[in-house]
Structures are given as C-alpha cells and as structure tokens.
C-alpha cells in the first residue's frame, strides 16, 4: 500500500477539528495538526503526528512557505473564516492540494438570503425572511411582522469583524417575541450601517441531514436531530440523536436535489426545523465546513472527513457505509450548561417535577451504553485529559484574579 499524503489540518482546538484528526489518522493519513493556542485540544491527540501553533496575519502569506518546509500535499480546515482564505487559494501551490470548497459555491451557502433563494428554486420551504437596508422604516415594517421572529446574521464571517470594530459580541441568533425587542435588537447595529436578517419563528426541532458529494453525487449520508442545544433559545447542539436513513427519504432526496442545484462538491449539512405535526421541513441553512454535532457521525460510523479525503484526494468514488443509527451524542460542558439553565434559572416555567424529571433523564443518559462523547474515546483519551486540565488551570487563574 502505498503512503497517503501528508495533511495539515487548520483549527484543531474544538472537537470538530479533534474529530477530523481521528477519522483521517484513524485511515493512516499522516497529520500535521495546527491550533490557535498553545494547548489545543487536538494536539493531545495520539494522531497529531505534529503539532504548531497557527501564525498571526493572512493564510495567504505564510502557508507556502509553511507547506514548503514541512512537505505538506493537502491541507483542511475547520473554520468558516478559513475556508473563505483557503478557497481564495485553490489550485495556487503547487504540489499541495487545499481540500476546500470553490470559492463561489462557499460564498453562496455562507449567504443565507441567497441560500434561501436556492431552496425556493428546487421547492423546498423556506421562512419568511426580511433584511434590513439602510432608509427602512424599521417601526413601520416592524408593526407588521408575524412573531415571534428569530434573527441571525446573513453572512457571520463577513460581519463578525466588523462587529468587533464597533465593540460588539457576534450573536448567532437571537429570539424576539414582538415588536418592542425586535427593534431593541435591530437599533443595536444601528452604527454599523447593517443589520441582521429577521425571520418568522418555525416551530419544530432541529433536523439536519448531511451528504458527502462527490461529481454530482451523495456517496455517504447521514440524517440526525438535536435533543438539547446551548443556550436553549438556539446555538451549539449539546446532546443529538443519529435517525435511521429508511426515514426522511423524500427530504433527503430534496437535500441532495438543492446541493446538485447549487454544484456543491463535499461534504456539507443542510439544516432544518421539521414541525412533525404539520409535515413541514423549514430550511435553516447549508453548513459548508465541518460542524458542530460531526463528532456523533463519527461515532455512528459515517466518517466524513475520512470520505471527503478518499473520495477526492484518493479517487474512490464507490459510496460509503450506512451508518449507525441509534447513537447519541454528547458535548458534555455545554450539556452541563444546558441542564444547568433548566434546572436551576428562575427564568423558565416548569414546574419542580417537571426539573426533577429532566434532571434524572440527563443523569441516567450517562449511563446509556449508546451514548458517545464528542472529546472523549477510548482508543484516544488523552484529549480529555487535556481539557480537563486545561479546565482546572483556566479555574485557578480566576481564583487569584
């Protein structure tokens, strides 16, 4: 068997990134592992051939040289912010592959207006959005809005570092259950000259269906639903349950139709709010990069950065494996957080028995066998190790503050 190609990944500091190392590393690809800090999660990995710390400035001024010296022939990576550089980079150095979207296609889906015109175009059903311009009467426009809304930005790696220019937080999505706190929201970003997108609240639960395609086609898919997510209004899935792929063909066929429409190449999910009692499958929006809930495909035995790699750099195109589908998920920090706020904040309306009856549920979920975790595995446990201490340092550093 011949070797594989060395690879360097970009941004192993989350479990994303920890788990891009394990599916590659666990096929024999050798691995340069790269992180924003000195401690990232992924260089504790057995996987981590080697391990640097990313240089400050533009990828596009210090990766030739950096692929150059260390002999590197494709490189990935985690980021958003990242993949728009390296995209900007394709087919640019020679000898070295960078095993990223096309740079309109990533440009397309991290637009979500204009992934929502995509959807529309192959008929799937969107939510009613409205986007902000400059000289809208934001009272008047507001007093006619159905709510509650949920507002989010239409493109986060292009806003975000504006936001930090004006000393702003980047809020994934925000909730607002009438006109008042809608505008609340809106006036916030008034100094910058732009605002997020407002769209109608779709009820259900997170759904998301995830295929690789290679050449116009899915070879591995993959289908899950969030159960818990932190903060609770909507952000990071914390808990997630992988779904049988005998269910939900007819949207999975939609979802391979709209990445087709689109010329989509890789692996990418396309998230929804299903309402089960309607029916109704909303789209949310097409995640280009690696995401958050990855670690419980790999652990259902749909290994997509194993079938981006194979598939491209190695040239087999003959589909994947159907995975797993009674494996959950769980990032147990921000599930903590979660059982935490549900329990305990005086902020929400159940009842004692009802936080009682949550909290044994969350508890005996620890003893499930089909329960996995996004950092720690067996055949690599030293990452949990590490975030663990790194957890008591950051702890103890705010105890002498």
Known sequence: MHALPKTAVI??????????LRELGGNGVPLVAMGRKPRALGSYSR???????????????????????????????????????????????PGCTLLVPDADKLALILDKGRTLEAARAVGLDTPSSWQPRAGDDLDALAANLA????????????????????????????YAANAAQMLAILHRYDALGQWPLVQTYCPGYGFAQILNIHHGYATLRFQHQRLREWPPTG???????????????AQMAQSEALLAHIGWQGPAMVEYRHDPATGTYWLMEINGRFWGSMPLAYHSGAAFAWEAYRTAILGQSEPGGAPSANIRARYTIAD????????????NSLSWTQRLRFGAVFLGQFLDRHVHYYIWSIKDPMPFFGDVLHGIRKVLRLDRL
């Open 11 to 20: 941004g192993v500091d989350s479990p994303i990134g920890l788990t891009v």
């Open 47 to 93: 996987h981590a051939r080697d391990y640097h710390i990313i240089p400050k400035g533009p990828i596009a001024d210090w990766l030739p040289g950096f692929v150059a010296r260390h002999d590197i022939k494709v490189v990935m990576a985690i980021s958003e912010g990242d993949l728009v550089q390296l995209a900007a980079l394709k087919h640019s150095i």
């Open 147 to 174: 709510y509650p809304v949920a507002i989010k930005w239409s493109d986060p790696p292009a806003i975000t570092p504006l936001l930090g220019l004006h000393g702003l937080d980047f809020e994934k999505i925000e």
């Open 235 to 249: 952000g990071v899935s914390t808990f997630c349950t992988g779904i049988s792929l005998d269910q939900h063909q």
């Open 336 to 347: 903590v957080k979660h059982f935490a706020r549900v329990v305990f904040a005086n902020c």
